[in-house]
Structure formats: C-alpha cells, structure tokens
C-alpha cells in the first residue's frame, strides 16, 4: 500500500512541477506523463520488443482494463513482500498488505485509467492538467 501510495505522491509531485506552468505544450506534457504512469504500473517500457504491428503501451494497457489487474501490473509490484514492507516502513496503521486489498487494486485502475487518458493519440482527447491532478490527489487520500 505505501508502494501505491509512493506512485501516488510522486504522479502529484510530478505533474505539479512537470505539467502546471509549462509553455512549451501543455498536450505534450499529459502525453508524456500518461506513458511515465502507464510505465510505472505495468513495468513495461514504450520500446519493450512485445510492442509491434500496431500494438503500444497505450493500446496494451487500454486492452487489460478488460482482464484482471493482477494480468497487467508490473510484477515487483505483486509481490507480497514489497507490500509487507513498505507498510512497515510506512508508520501507518491501515491493515493492508498485499494487492488483493480491493482499494489497492482500485487505485491501481485508476493510475492505469489515469494515464490511458493522458496518452490519447489525439492531444485534444486528453485529460487537462486541473484534472489530472485532482484525480491523484483522490487516489493519494484513499490510501492514506
């Protein structure tokens, strides 16, 4: 949970120094952005081999919306022990340890939701900055 939660922070920290006040194209930004959180969730690259004839880390992650999460995630972070972890170093009291928790899992969709949205092939079909940024502050209150 405090891995998510750490995705979480760094997505807002990201996009507040990344994405508000930049000149150069704030379209351009949600893109790149949208591919850095598909990446962080599911652990694979833009250039990752398995991407060719059409398929890309946008269109791979729109297609595992339709399977389960545990499918799509990146593998370090099914792992039991990174959640056992982190929740230990995270000086909380929530009892929430593995992926299996249903909010962590609905965090994790919305992430993937997230940057689906932010990596549209059209610039005008993705999410605006404000709204970006309101839906991780959201995911980040759900787990803390």
């Known amino acids: 949970m ?27 930004d ?9 990446e962080m969730v599911t652990g694979k690259q833009p250039t990752d081999e398995m991407f060719k004839d059409g398929l ?21 972070l099914q792992q039991e022990e990174v959640w056992e972890n982190t929740m230990d170093n995270a000086n909380t009291t929530h009892n929430l340890s593995d992926i299996s928790d249903h909010r962590v899992q609905e965090c994790l969709l919305s992430i993937l939701r997230i940057g689906i949205a932010c990596s549209e092939e059209s610039p005008r079909d ?14 980040r209150a759900t787990l803390l």
């Open 126 to 139: 993705r999410l605006a900055i404000n709204d970006v940024l309101a839906k991780l502050h959201i995911i």
């Open 30 to 38: 949600m893109y790149s952005f949208g591919i850095l959180l598909l």
């Open 56 to 76: 890309n880390l946008h269109e791979f992650s729109k297609m595992a919306l339709t399977k389960p999460l545990i499918e799509t995630i990146d593998p370090i």
């Open 2 to 28: 405090a891995q998510l939660r750490l995705i979480a922070v760094m997505a807002v920290i990201l996009l507040e120094k990344y994405g508000l006040g930049s000149e150069v194209s704030a379209y351009g």
